[in-house]
């Protein structure tokens, strides 16, 4: 439910363009700085605003003043967010802001220089090996263009997960692939080959392999680059279909505000490495953040520039 999940925001800060405290007691190249931080920060959350237990079942996911950079520049820079469980949350932000960081945080391929990410209970950079393999089989991911193994046909795509973490029969892998293919709408296409299908069969597919070992956590990694309008609104429909039918947390990482409209039960806008505000969906859209009420408009004025 998406009470569960509480806003961010920036209510009661200042952002006018009053001068900074203490601004007359520095010289010119030190109030210059101050000024760049506070037009980078003065539309982002300053504070994750955790309500209630944090073990308590609500979230899925937390991000606690997650830093990370990457040749020495900042790509995450005191990222808070909390994903809420059993919800179709979609990260929004532009292109180049650490959208893609976060999900490799989130399933253990990075680790934050410093701050916390925890997944079901579980802080990942604390995991050992064994653990961290162990929490990936309960996450699902959709990579950009599917990501299939191009020697392998559509069936075997589906069905490597299986033979790799589980001891099932051929037969008991069998009646799985063929339920997820039949749930995406490939079971004509078992047989293909990954260069027979086209992107949005590709996707399907790639969706189909993300849920087959019943994954508590699917995380979707721009699902709708490559697509055309009519078929983004079809794959929404199924990731809308899919979670009605399975459950589970679903995490849509998009710069895509059509896809956002349609899915989206819970939003979090991601800029220069933080969370600029999150909340339902119905708030998000009637945010009064100038840089949110921009972005999703996708209006030429507004703080975001082509800088």
Known sequence: MIGVAPPISMDGMETGGGALEGE???GAEDQATLAAEAEEFEYHSNELDLTGDPADGNWSIRCIDVHKRLGGVPVLNGLNVAIPDETITVVLGPSGTGKSVLIKHLIGLMFPD???????GQSVPSLTMPELLTLRRKVGVLFQDGALFGSMSVYDNVAFPLRQHTDYSEAKISEIVRQRLQDVGLIDALDDMPNQLSGGMRKRAGFARAL????DIVIFDEPDS????VRTALLCDLIQEMHK??????IVVTHNIASARQIGEYIALLWRGRIVEAGDAERMFSSDNAFVRQFLSGSAEGPLTMD
Do not use: A, C, K
């Open 245 to 250: 039918i399975y459950g589970g947390t679903y």
């Open 24 to 26: 007359g007691d520095l």
């Open 226 to 229: 490559g697509l055309d309008p």
């Open 212 to 215: 087959v070992m019943e994954p």
């Open 114 to 120: 410093s701050g916390d990410v925890i997944v079901r």
